[in-house]
């Protein structure tokens, strides 16, 4: 008697959320075609790691994070926060040093408080990404992934994808970031 292994692929689920689901992740995923994409455009998308020094490694250029906006926002159903705490917006651009190409820009909310001291600090600076603090503080967190998508919508040839990703720092959701990255620049 064959017995089926509890955590086998069933075939009767597109092959995006077998993926996901065998690496752990259940995001809500948003009408992506992922087999149209190119492959580190799939890889961005589906890691948990850093996007920056992802961005350095294939394009071969140093990645500046231009900071477009900081600013105090009320509260957003993205992340959960107390009563009466601000969260912090902050929007980016990361571009490429020689090429002044922009290969995805990246939104973030973040809970202000629950932040570290030295962590503050280094994002006000707004010269590195929030991944690049994290890595350079040396601070242990867990990104989750809650929803991939693309746009326009419902097309084979979306112009850009995007995800979206809980930061946990301490047992907390720290920050809610959404990229977005601009699929002509990785198709070029």
């Known amino acids: 008697m064959e017995s089926e292994h509890p955590n086998s692929l069933q075939t009767d689920k597109p092959l995006e959320a077998e993926l ?37 490694a294939y394009f071969w250029e140093p990645i500046h994070v231009d900071c477009q906006l900081q600013a105090l926002v009320p509260s957003h159903p993205n992340l959960p926060v107390t009563a009466n705490e601000k969260l912090w917006k902050r929007e980016v651009a ?7 190409v922009t290969y995805a820009t990246a939104s973030s909310l973040v809970r202000v408080a629950c932040l570290p001291e030295d962590v503050k600090q280094a994002l006000e600076c707004g010269e590195l990404g929030i991944g690049g603090v994290i890595r350079q503080l040396g601070l242990e967190t867990y990104r989750k992934i809650v929803a991939v998508g693309q746009s326009p919508q419902n097309t084979s040839t979306p ?25 002509m620049q990785f198709t070029r």
């Open 20 to 56: 996901f689901q065998t690496s752990g992740y259940f995001p809500q995923i948003t009408d992506v075609v992922w087999l149209n994409l190119p492959p580190i455009v799939r890889v961005l998308l589906s890691t948990d790691g850093t996007v920056t020094k992802s961005l350095e």
């Open 159 to 183: 112009k850009h994808v995007w995800r979206a990703y809980n930061l946990f720092y301490e047992g907390q959701a720290l920050m809610h970031i959404t990229e977005t990255f601009d699929l």
């Open 94 to 100: 990361l571009t490429g040093a020689r090429t002044q």
